[in-house]
C-alpha cells in the first residue's frame, strides 16, 4: 500500500511539474523603435499559490521572454532575451502585499499594496513593457514573441529535470517599419 | 636441464612473435586500479558525509531554499543514480545473456553471483525505503495536525488585531491632527503654533513621534513634500528615519489613501508610521502629517514572535509536499546508493572471483591450440595469483618439453630420410639387378622379393607377408623351400644350390644360394635367398664344349679323309682297263667312297666353321642396307614365297659385323623358306627400342611353327628338327648374335608360324654403342 502511495505521489508530482496549469496570452506592438510586450496569465496559477503567498513566502512569478524569428525545418532563431520578474511577499501581521517588478534584474515598479485584486493584476500582467529593440529586425519579415512563465516557490513532490514551466505563450507580428 | 632448451626465455626469443613490437601498453581498468579504487571510495564517504551533514542541518534551513537547492539537486542525483543503476543492470544483463549465448565459462556462475548479492541487498533496502517514507509520511502529517493550526491561527490573529489596533490608533491620530491643521498656515516661518498644536499627543505618549509637511507643486504640476515640523519623544531621537516618513508623506500627497507602514528597527522594536493629508476647506491637499509609535513593549515582541511561528508554520506547511520530498529523496537517495554499490560490487566480485579462471581457461585452450608462447599475467598476489604461476610453470615446462620433442622429431624425420634414401637406395638396387633377392623373416614369411626374383620365379606380388614352405612349397619350386626353412647349425656353411625351371616354355638355370640375416652374436632374424640366372652360362659351357668337340672332330676326322679318297680314286684308275662289268663295279664303289668322303668333308669344314668361328669387325653399319642388300639375294628365286619388309622409319647406326648378320639373316630366311617348304610368306620388321638401347630384327614366317618344349633347344649345337643338316645353323646364329652383344630368342607368330626375334645394340645419337660391349 506504501509503495502505491508512493508511486502515486511521483507520478502526480511529475505530472504536476511537468504539465502546464495556465495560459499566457501575449500581445506586441511596435513602435519608435522598440517592441512593446504585454502579458495576461489566465487563472489558476495564482490560486495554486494562493497558500504559499498567504504564508509569507516570498513568490516569484518569472517571465521569460524571447524574441524569434521562425526558421523552416530546423529550431527557430532566438533573436533576443528579456525577463520580467514579479514578486509578492504578505506580510502576515499587517495584511499587506509587497510588490515589486524588475526587468533583467533592474527594480522597474515595487509599491505596497492590501488590495488582493491588484496583487494578482500586478503579479500575472504586465503591459506594454518596451522589451526589444528593432534594430536588427529585418522589414516585412514575421517575427513572434514566446513567453513561459515560471513561478517560485515550487510545491511538488519532485522535481523533474526537464522542466517545461508553468505557463507559454506566444504572439506572432511582422515587422514593418 | 640445459639452459638452451628448457629456458622460456630462450622459447620466447626463439618465437617469431618476439620479433615484433612490444604492443601498446593497455591501460588498467578501474577496478584494478587501488588509487581510483580508494578515490572512488573516499568520494562516496564524502558525499555520505555531506547528506548526513545536511540532513542533520535541514531543520535550520529555508523551506524554500530546501523545497529549491535542496530537492533539486537530491532529485537530479537520483536520477542520475537510478540512470547509472539501471544501465549497470542492462550492461550487466546484456552481458551475461551474451556470454551465456556464447559458452563463454563461468557465465551462469557471474550471473548468479551478481543475482544472489543484489538480491541480499535488494530486499533489505527497498524494505527500509518503503518502512521510512511510510514513517516520512506520517510524521509530515502529525507536523501540521488540525490542533497546532488552530492554535498558531488565533495566536497570529491576536497579533494581527494588537497591530491594527495601534496603527487604527495612529492613522486616527494622524487624522484628528490634519484636521487640526487645516486653518494652519503651513507656509509660515514661525512653527511654533504648529509645534504647540501637534505637542499634546506625543507629550501624553499617544505618539512618538509627529511629523508635519508642506506639499508643494511644481513647474510640471508634480506633488512634492517640505518639512515643516515635527515633534518627538526623548526616545525617539535615535531610532528616527526622515527618510520613511518623507515617502509615505509623498504617498499621501499623491493620493494614495489609508497610507501607514510598519518599519522594524535594527536594535529592536518597531515603529508604526500613518500619514494624513491636511486639507482646506476647499479640499485641497496642503500638508501631510505622518505620525509614528514606537513599539517597544513586550507585548509587541511577543506578537512578533507569534507572527515569526506562524509565518514559519504555514511555510511549512505550504512547502509540505516538496520538504516531504526532500526526505524521501534522502532515502531513495541512499537506497539507490546502496542498490548501486552493492550491483557493482556484485559485479567487481564475480569478475575478480571469475577473471583469473577465465584467464587460466583462455590459457589452456591456447596452450591446447599449440601456442606454447601463451602465458597468464599475474595481477593478484593471493591464491589466484599462486594458481597462475602453477600454471605459467607448467606452461613453461610444457613448451620446454615440446621444443625437446620437436628437436627430436627434427633429429627422427633427418635419420628416417636417411633411412628412406638407403632404403630406396637399396629398393633401387635390387629393382635394376638382374639377380634375383628374397628376404624372409624369422617367421618364416616372405618379407620382400625384388623384380628379378618375380621374373624368374614367376611370383607374384600377393606373397609378400605369406609363410615361405607355402609360397615354394610345389612344383618346381620344392627346391626353394628347402633352403627357406632349412635349419642350419651357426658357423655352418649354408649352401647353394642349382635348380632348374621351365618359364614360358624356357628351361631356366638358377643358381640359388641362402645366406642368414644375423647380427654379430644376436639371434637369426631371417635370411635371404640369391638367385642367379646361370642359363647364359650353361649355354656358353655347353658351347665352348661342343666347340672342342667339334674341333678334335674335325682334326680326327678330317686327316684319314684324304687318303681314303686318294685310295678310292687311285683303285678306280687301277681298274680303268678292266673288264666293263669290274670296272662298273669299281666305278660304283670307288664313286660312292670318294661321294661320301666329300660329304664327310663338307660336314667336317663346317663342324671346323663353327669351332674356329672369327671374332666380328664391327663397324659402324645401317642396318636397313645390310637387310636390304640381304634380301636382295632372294628376289626372284622362290616363286612361291613372299618376303615382305615392316622397316622402322629411322634406325640408329649399328656396330657390326655386316658379312656375320647377313650370314644370320640368310640362315633364318633359309630356314623358313624349308619348313614352310618354299611356299608362304615371310616379314621382316626393324625397330628401335630407344629405351633398352637396341634395335630389334624380327623373321617372321606363316609356316608350321615350333613345339614350345624345342625352342630353347634350337639355338643348341647339332640340335635339327630337320631330315638333313648339321644342327649347327642356329647355334652359329646365336654365337654370332651372343658375340655382337645381343641376343636372338624364338617364339611362336601370330596367327601361326614361327617369330625369330634379334636384339642388337645400338649406337647412340651421339656415336657411341648402347649396351654391354662383347
Redesign the interface.
Known sequence: MTSLRLLAIVLAAVALDAGTSGEVQVSTLVRDGRVYVSSTLTDGVIEELDEAIQSGLTTTFTYETELRRPVSIWFDRVLATATVSAAVQFDTLTGRYQLSRSVDGRIEDSKVSDDKAAVKRFVTAFERLPLFGTADLEPNVEYYVRVRVRTRPRVTWFFWPWDRGSATGFARFTFIP | MPETLGSPTSLRLSAPASAAPPPPRRRRPFRDNPLLLLLGILALIGVLSFTMTLANRSSGLA??FL??FV??SL??VD?TMLVALVFVLARSVIKLLVERKRGLPFARFRAKLVTVLLAMTLVPAVLVL??G??LI?NSVDRWFNAPMDEILDSA?RI??DY??DR?RQVSGEASRLARSLAAADLASPDVRLLRDAIAPPVSGQQLTLVEVYRVQRGPEAETRVVPVVDVASASMSAVANRASSDRLATRAAGGQPDVW??EPLEGGGELIRAAAVVRKADGAAVGVVVATVHLTGELALR??RM?KA??SY??L???K??L??VY??FFLMVTLMVLVSATWMGLYLAKRITRPVQLLAAAAREIGAGHFEHRVERETADEFGSLVDAFNTMADELATSRLQLDRSTIDLQQKHAEVEERRRFTEAVLDRVATGVITIDARGRIGTVNPAAVRLLGLGATVIGQPASAVFGHGDLLPLSTLATATYAPGKEWPAQEIALVRDGREVQLAVAATPLQADGGPLEGRVLVLDDITPLIRAQKVAAWREVARRLAHEIKNPLTPIQLSAQRLQRQFAAAPDHVRAFVDECTGTIVGEVDSLKALVDEFSQFARMPAPRRVPTDLHDVLLGTLALYDGLFQSVKIETLFAVSLPRVRLDPDQIRRVVINLLDNAIEAFNQRGQIVVETHHDAGSGVVRIVIADDGPGIAAEERDKLFMPYFSTKKRGSGLGLAIVRRIVAEHGGTVEAGPNEPRGSRFTIELPCESREGGTEGTAP
Do not use: C, M, N
Open positions: 523551506p524554500d523545497s529549491e530537492l533539486y532529485s537530479v536520477l518503503l518502512v517514507s511510510q509520511f497570529q497579533a494581527s497591530y491594527h496603527q507602514i510598519r506578537a512578533r507572527t506562524y509565518e504555514t511555510q506547511k505550504v512547502l509536499r516538496p516531504t520530498g524521501l529523496s
